[in-house]
C-alpha cells in the first residue's frame, strides 16, 4: 500500500492546539499514516516577517509534535534560502518521499488565499489538497470556481474539523498582555517560549 502523507504548513509562530487538532482529525478521516509539519522560513504571503526567529519556530514545533507519534517536523523550509514557495517544497518532499501519495493540509482561509500563492494552478496540481472546514470558516465556492479549473479543484477535498477559535496572532497578543496561554499550546511549547522571553514585547502588531 502507497504511504498517505500529510504535509502541514504554516509559519507557527507559535504552533498552537488548532494546528494539531486540525492535522489530527484530517489524518483520522483521510486516513492519513502521518502528518508532515513544515514551519515556512520566510512566508512569502505574511512579507517575510515573524515575531519569533525561524529556529525558535522550528523547535517550538518539534516540542509540539513530539506528542503524537504519526506526527513529526521538517526543516526543508529553513534550509533553502529564498522565498518558501509550497510549490517548491511540494517537489523536494516528493523526490525525497519516492511514491507517496502527498496531501497539503490547510485552513479554509488559507485554501480561499491560494490563488494569490506562487504558481498556484501548477501547486494544485502537483499534489492533494484537505481543506479543514469548520463553522466560521468555509471555502470560498466563488473564488475556487473563478480561480481553478475542474481538473485543479477536483485535487482539492473538504474535511471538517471542529471550530477551534485560536490564532497564533491572539497567543502573541494575550503574551503581550501578560495574559495566560496555558492549553492554547502544548505544556512544552508554553515552556519554551517563557524560557527564551519569546513573544514578551513588540512595537507593532506583528
Ligand atoms: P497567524 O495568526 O499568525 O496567521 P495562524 O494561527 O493562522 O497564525 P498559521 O501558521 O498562519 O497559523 O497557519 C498554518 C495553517 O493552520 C493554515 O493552513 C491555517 O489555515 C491553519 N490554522 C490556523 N489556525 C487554525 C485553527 N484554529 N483551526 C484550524 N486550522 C487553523
Ligand atoms: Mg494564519
Given at each position: 500500500m502507497e504511504r498517505r502523507i500529510g504535509i502541514m504548513g504554516g509559519?507557527?509562530?507559535?504552533?498552537?492546539i488548532g494546528h494539531l487538532i486540525t492535522a489530527e482529525m484530517v489524518r483520522s478521516a483521510a486516513e492519513l499514516d502521518e502528518v508532515l509539519f513544515v514551519p515556512s522560513a520566510r512566508p512569502p504571503h505574511k512579507d517575510?516577517?515573524?515575531?519569533?526567529?525561524p529556529e525558535d519556530r522550528l523547535a517550538m514545533t518539534a516540542r509540539a509534535v513530539?506528542?503524537?507519534?504519526s506526527f513529526s517536523v521538517s526543516d526543508i523550509e529553513l534550509r533553502r534560502d529564498g522565498p518558501s514557495y509550497t510549490v517548491d517544497t511540494i517537489a523536494v518532499l516528493r523526490a525525497q518521499l519516492g511514491d507517496a501519495v502527498l496531501f497539503f493540509i490547510t485552513g479554509a482561509d488559507a485554501m480561499n488565499d491560494?490563488?494569490?500563492?506562487?504558481e498556484p494552478q501548477r501547486l494544485l496540481r502537483s499534489c492533494q489538497f484537505i481543506v479543514a472546514t469548520r463553522q466560521g470558516a468555509a471555502l470560498d465556492e466563488r473564488i475556487i470556481m473563478e480561480k481553478f479549473t475542474p481538473t485543479e479543484r477536483s485535487h482539492i477535498q473538504a474535511v471538517q474539523t471542529p471550530h477551534l477559535e485560536i490564532s497564533s496572532t491572539a497567543i502573541r497578543a494575550r503574551i503581550r498582555a501578560g495574559l495566560s496561554i496555558r492549553h492554547l499550546v502544548p505544556r512544552a511549547v508554553e515552556e519554551y517560549i517563557e524560557e527564551r522571553g519569546l513573544y514578551r514585547a513588540h512595537d507593532e502588531e506583528l
Open positions: 509559519t507557527f509562530d507559535p504552533i498552537h517575510g516577517t515573524c515575531a519569533a526567529s513530539s506528542e503524537n507519534p491560494l490563488y494569490r500563492w506562487h
